[in-house]
C-alpha cells in the first residue's frame, strides 16, 4: 500500500482534475448529449469520492465510475467518463491483490448494463455489443496492464532479494569448497603417504628378520618397523579430524605409474604379491587422458589401499593382485592370504575402505570388501565411461510462468475483442443497409397515401438512431419513422422522415445530414415536392 501524505494528496487532486476535464467539456464541444449543470455537478463529485476510495478500496473506486458511465450511456461507453472507467480499471489491476473482485465487478457491471438496455434500449442488439466492447477493452484489458504491471514489481523485488541470498549462498559454498578442498588434499597425503610407510614397515620387518645380522642392528629394524606403524596410525588419526564426512568420496589424484609398477614396486619392498592380469593394464601412465581417466585412477587407488592394507593387517600373506580389462569397464581384485608372520595389527577406522565404497559408487561402479577363506578379499568394477549424474531439471521460473499467464489472458481477451467488435461491425452495417429508402421510391410516395401502398416501397427496417435534434416539428398524433437517404457508413447524410396518422401518410420531410448545405441540401429537398 503506497503510504499518504501531502505527495498522495496532491496525486489524488491532480488525478481528479484529469478526470474532471473530459467530463465538464465534452458536451460543450458536441461529443455527448447535453446535460443540466446539475448532472455535471454530480459526476464530478461521484469522480471525487472515487479518487478518495480509489487507494484504499479499488473495487468501489470502479464501481463508482462505471455506475456513472451507465447513467450517461446504457452502452457504458462515454467520452465524459471513459477515462476515468479505464483508469480505475488499471488501479484496481495495480492495487487489488486478488482477482476475484475484479471479476465480480466486471460480472456485476455486464449483467447491469444488460438488464439496462433490455428495459430502456430502443436497439438492444448493437447497444449490448457496444457494451460489452467497452467493458472489455476499456476494463478489462486495462485491469490486466495493471496486475501485469504488479506482478512485475513484486518479481522484481523478489528477483533482487533472492540474488542477496544466492550470493550469501555462493560465499558459504565457496569457503566450504575450500574447508572441502584442504581435507581431500590431506586424505589423499594419507593414502600415499601410508602406502609408502606400509613399505617401510615390510623392508624394515624382512632387515629384522635377515640372517647375520647382529642383535642390535636386529632391535633397531624392530624400532623403525613399529615407528613406521605407529607413523601411519597418527597420519590415520589427523586425517580422520580433517575430514568431514566418512561416507563423502574422496578425490582421485594422478596415480603416477600403472597398476603393474605398483605392484612390481610392492614386491620389492617385500610384499609378498603376485600379479594376474587378465586384459590391457587400465593405468597406462600418468599422462593419460580422455574418458577413462577417472577409472585410471580410482583403480590405482583401489589396488594401492587394498595392497597397504594387506602390509598393515596381514604380514607375510601372500597377495594376488587380478586385473580384468574390457570395453565395458575394468575389474580388480586384491586377495590376500592368512597372515604368516607375527606383528602388531594398528587399529584403523576403515576411513579408507568407505571413501573407496563411496567413490566407486559415485561413478557408477561396484566395490566389495570382506573375508575371503582365511584371508581378506577386495573387488571393485570401475566402468570406463563414468555415469554422469543427472541434472534436474530447472523449476520455471515465476517471472516466466506469470508473464505467461498474463500474456494468456491478454490474448484471451484480445481474441473475444475482435469477435465482438467484428459482430458489432457486421451488425452496424446490416442495420445501415437494411435502412436506406431508396430517393426516387420516397419521390413517388404522396401525402395522404394509405400504410399499405406505402409499406410497399419501404426497406425492411427503419433507422435506430434517428436525427430527431435536425427534424422539424412533427405532427401532433402522428407515428414518424426514418429511414436512410443513402447506404454510405461511418459519414453523416441525410434521412427521409414519413408520419402516418389514420392509417394514411400525413407528412414527408427531408432531414440533411451534418454539414449538408447548398446543392446538396437543394438535391434532397426536391424530393419533398
Not at 164 to 174: Q, T
Request: hydrophobic share 45%; with cysteine.
Amino acid at each position: 500500500m503506497e503510504p499518504s501524505g501531502p505527495a498522495s494528496l496532491a496525486r489524488g487532486v491532480l488525478l481528479w482534475a484529469a478526470f474532471a476535464v473530459p467530463a465538464l467539456t465534452a458536451d460543450r464541444i458536441g461529443l455527448n448529449e447535453p446535460r443540466s449543470g446539475w448532472q455535471q455537478a454530480a459526476g464530478v463529485a461521484v469522480l471525487a469520492v472515487a479518487v478518495a476510495v480509489s487507494r484504499r478500496l479499488p473495487p468501489v473506486a470502479f464501481v463508482l465510475v462505471a455506475a456513472l458511465s451507465m447513467t450517461a450511456a446504457p452502452a457504458l461507453f462515454t467520452v465524459s467518463y471513459g477515462p476515468a472507467l479505464g483508469v480505475c480499471a488499471l488501479l484496481l489491476g495495480l492495487r487489488a491483490g486478488q482477482a476475484r473482485p475484479a471479476v465480480l465487478c466486471f460480472a456485476a457491471v455486464g449483467c447491469a448494463g444488460t438488464a439496462r438496455i433490455v428495459l430502456t434500449g430502443v436497439d438492444p442488439a448493437p447497444e449490448w455489443l457496444v457494451m460489452t466492447g467497452t467493458l472489455l477493452f476499456g476494463c478489462v484489458f486495462p485491469w490486466l496492464g495493471g496486475r501485469y504491471w504488479r506482478q512485475s514489481r513484486e518479481l522484481a523485488e523478489a528477483g533482487w532479494l533472492r540474488a542477496a541470498r544466492l550470493e550469501d549462498e555462493a560465499g558459504l559454498a565457496e569457503e566450504r569448497a575450500r574447508l572441502r578442498e584442504r581435507a581431500r588434499i590431506a586424505q589423499d597425503m594419507h593414502d600415499s603417504l601410508g602406502h609408502e610407510l606400509s613399505l617401510i614397515a615390510l623392508r624394515a620387518g624382512a632387515l629384522q628378520v635377515a640372517p647375520g645380522l647382529g642383535d642390535e642392528h636386529r632391535a633397531a629394524a624392530a624400532d623403525l618397523r613399529a615407528a613406521a606403524a605407529d607413523a601411519t596410525d597418527r597420519l590415520q588419526r589427523i586425517i580422520g579430524v580433517l575430514r568431514e564426512d566418512d561416507d563423502e568420496p574422496v578425490p582421485l589424484s594422478p596415480a603416477g605409474e600403472t597398476l603393474e609398477q605398483l605392484v612390481a614396486r610392492a614386491a620389492e619392498s617385500g610384499l609378498p604379491v603376485r600379479w594376474e592380469p587378465g586384459g590391457r593394464d587400465p593405468a597406462a601412465g600418468p599422462h593419460s587422458s580422455g574418458p577413462g581417466e577417472v577409472a585410471e585412477r580410482l583403480l590405482h587407488r583401489v589396488v594401492r589401499e587394498a595392497l597397504t592394507n594387506a602390509a598393515r593387517h596381514a604380514p607375510g600373506a601372500p597377495v594376488v593382485v587380478a586385473v580384468t580389462g574390457r570395453a565395458a569397464g575394468t575389474s580388480v581384485t586384491v586377495t590376500n592370504g592368512r597372515p604368516t608372520q607375527d606383528g602388531s595389527r594398528p587399529s584403523g577406522g576403515g576411513t579408507g575402505l568407505l571413501g573407496l565404497r563411496a567413490a566407486v559408487a559415485s561413478v557408477g561402479g561396484e566395490f566389495e570388501a570382506g573375508a575371503h577363506g582365511e584371508g581378506f578379499r577386495v573387488r571393485a568394477y570401475v566402468p570406463g565411461q563414468p555415469v554422469a549424474a543427472r541434472t534436474p531439471r530447472p523449476a520455471r521460473a515465476p517471472f516466466t510462468h506469470a508473464r505467461r499467464r498474463v500474456a494468456a489472458g491478454l490474448g484471451t481477451a484480445a481474441g473475444v475483442g475482435v469477435v465482438l467488435v467484428g459482430a458489432a461491425f457486421g451488425w452496424y452495417a446490416y442495420a445501415e443497409t437494411h435502412s436506406v429508402l431508396e430517393p426516387a421510391a420516397y419521390a413517388k410516395l404522396r401525402v395522404g397515401a394509405p400504410v399499405a401502398e406505402v409499406e410497399r416501397v419501404l426497406p425492411e427496417r427503419d433507422v435506430n438512431d434517428p436525427p430527431e435534434e435536425r427534424a422539424p416539428a412533427p405532427p401532433d398524433g402522428a407515428d414518424c419513422r426514418y429511414y436512410r437517404a443513402s447506404g454510405e457508413l461511418f459519414v453523416s447524410v441525410a434521412h427521409f422522415r414519413l408520419c402516418f396518422d389514420a392509417g394514411r401518410l400525413v407528412a414527408k420531410d427531408v432531414v440533411p445530414g451534418v454539414g449538408l448545405s447548398g446543392e446538396g441540401r437543394e438535391e434532397y429537398e426536391e424530393f419533398a415536392r
